[in-house]
């Protein structure tokens, strides 16, 4: 069973326009906390990420951001975590969160969280690190993606043994319990062919 110490959450910086975001959001956050999983996030303070962070807060935990500088105006930078990490870029952000974290949860959000996502689940596929990822379907947020990906894997882009590796709930505990479950899907030709690529 896999030790969760510390997970990445990618979610939008905005809320929304359903009040189950928002509380999937506090839930999680107050899940951590009382776990003592730290969470790894974006850094900011507005939307479901400041959502996020105010609920491991209130409950004790720890919170970790990762901010490009550039960003940290624009996104207004939660001044009030347990530490916040500047960085360079992007890609620079992306890499410190995985090297950070212990698994990966993806919560609804817009286009930056799906880079995000699809960047960590790009480099489980190919083997440049083993950590588990997951979505947190909330409201059922993610079907229409879940549906694609299944499109994918019978166009034949996509394995369906990399597609099970992605854990997918609507509730926050299950998540976690499938995450710490989680076993990487053996030496295929995407891991065998990507060693060369790790960071």
């Keep these: 069973m896999t030790w969760l110490a510390s997970v990445c959450v990618y979610c939008g910086s905005s809320s929304g326009d359903l009040r189950e975001y928002t509380d999937a959001a506090i839930q ?3 899940l951590f906390a009382q776990r003592s999983i730290g969470l790894v996030f974006g850094g900011g303070s507005v939307g479901l990420m400041g959502v996020l962070a105010d609920a491991v807060l209130a409950a004790g935990g720890k919170v970790t951001g ?17 530490e916040i990490i500047a960085v360079e870029s992007m890609h620079e952000r992306k890499q410190r969160m995985v090297e ?4 990966f949860i ?6 930056g969280t799906l880079d995000e996502l699809f960047e960590t689940f790009t480099w489980l596929q190919l083997g440049i690190h083993n950590k588990p990822v997951g979505l947190l379907n909330v409201a059922a947020y ?13 166009r034949q882009f996509l394995s369906t043994k990399h597609l099970d590796c992605l854990a997918v709930e ?12 989680f076993r990487t899907p053996g030496d295929g030709k ?5 060693r060369s690529l790790q960071p």
């Design 28 to 30: 999680l956050g107050t």
């Design 66 to 82: 990762v901010m490009p500088h550039g960003l940290r105006t624009r996104e207004l930078a939660h001044e009030g975590v347990t």
């Design 100 to 103: 950070l974290s212990d698994a």
């Design 106 to 111: 993806a919560m609804p959000g817009g286009i």
């Design 142 to 154: 993610f079907d229409p993606l879940l549906e694609f990906l299944k499109h994918m894997t019978e």
């Design 170 to 181: 609507m509730d926050g505990v299950l998540l976690l319990e499938q995450l710490k479950r």
């Design 190 to 194: 995407w891991v065998r062919s990507a």
